[in-house]
């Protein structure tokens, strides 16, 4: 069993944040199916992803004039803060650690980011676009 389903639609609708989550939730399935050696290099590459992906975003927010930047790029930074506290342990050996944070804490918190704060963001984008189309 993985953590995340693919064929559950988590699609918010603008093609390169959902690129991007399908990376995302791809590289959290790897982490649950890793073994203890490959695990911290596996979480190394999801938290690049993450920190990227979130930088992506911050872009498309400043570009397009979202009125909740500040909230969406504060969580943007409370959840990297996080990832780097686990990935300290990790680092360390605490695999245990690394392991509960992708089993319990991301899948939850991915879900309510997409479906509250990515999806306000994508809907913000298309609306922008159609306005600049006409």
């Given at each position: 069993m993985t953590i995340f389903d693919r064929t559950i639609?988590?699609?918010?609708g603008y093609a390169h944040i959902d690129h991007d989550h399908g990376i995302f939730i791809d590289l959290?399935?790897?982490?649950?199916?890793a073994n203890n050696t490959?695990?911290?290099?596996?979480?190394?590459?999801?938290?690049?992803?993450?920190?990227e992906?979130?930088?992506?975003?911050?872009?498309?927010?400043?570009?397009?004039?979202?009125?909740?930047?500040t909230e969406h790029k504060g969580e943007?930074?409370?959840?990297l803060?996080?990832?780097?506290?686990?990935k300290t342990r990790i680092d360390k050996g605490l695999i245990s650690f690394g392991r509960a944070f992708v089993?319990?804490?991301?899948?939850?918190w991915f879900l309510l980011h997409i479906t509250?704060?990515?999806?306000?963001?994508?809907?913000h984008i298309k609306a922008q676009q159609e306005l600049q189309d006409e």
């Open positions: 639609p988590l699609s918010v959290v399935n790897q982490l649950d199916k490959d695990f911290p290099g596996l979480f190394a590459q999801l938290y690049q992803h993450t920190e992906h979130f930088e992506s975003e911050n872009r498309l927010m400043a570009q397009f004039g979202f009125p909740a930047e943007h930074q409370r959840v803060e996080e990832f780097k506290q686990f089993k319990e804490r991301l899948p939850q509250t704060m990515d999806s306000a963001l994508a809907s």
